[in-house]
């Protein structure tokens, strides 16, 4: 699934281009949280769990395989790991998203 940058983040101003820094620092929508979750087969967590949990499955270091969930987290840390450094446009950049978490 290729996405546009446009499409995941919420931009507040009328700026197009960031840093990937900055891009990652902007809210992401929530339509495409559920978008996401739908192409992943997964379910989508709003709140992140307290670290005593005991179920493996949502633990962050789980296998894609084996993940029953992905929080805005998860979504942050693979856009970080596909991201190249440098700067980015919504309007024209893209990201694409394979059927598991793993960049």
Do not use: W
Not at 3 to 11: A, M, T
Not at 33 to 45: D, I, T, V
Request: charged fraction near 30%; proline fraction near 3%; hydrophobic fraction near 35%.
């Amino acid at each position: 699934m290729q996405v546009k940058l446009s499409e995941i983040f919420i931009n507040k101003t009328d700026t197009v281009r960031y840093t990937k820094t900055a891009l990652l620092e902007l809210d992401i929508k929530t339509e495409f949280e559920m978008r996401l979750a739908k192409h992943l087969g997964l379910k989508y967590m709003e709140r992140e769990n307290s670290m005593d949990n005991l179920c493996y499955a949502q633990a962050p270091g789980m296998r894609s395989g084996y993940r029953q969930i992905f929080t805005k987290s998860d979504l942050k840390m693979y856009l970080d790991k596909v991201l190249e450094p440098g700067i980015h446009d919504l309007e024209s950049g893209t990201v694409v998203f394979s059927k598991s978490m793993d960049p």
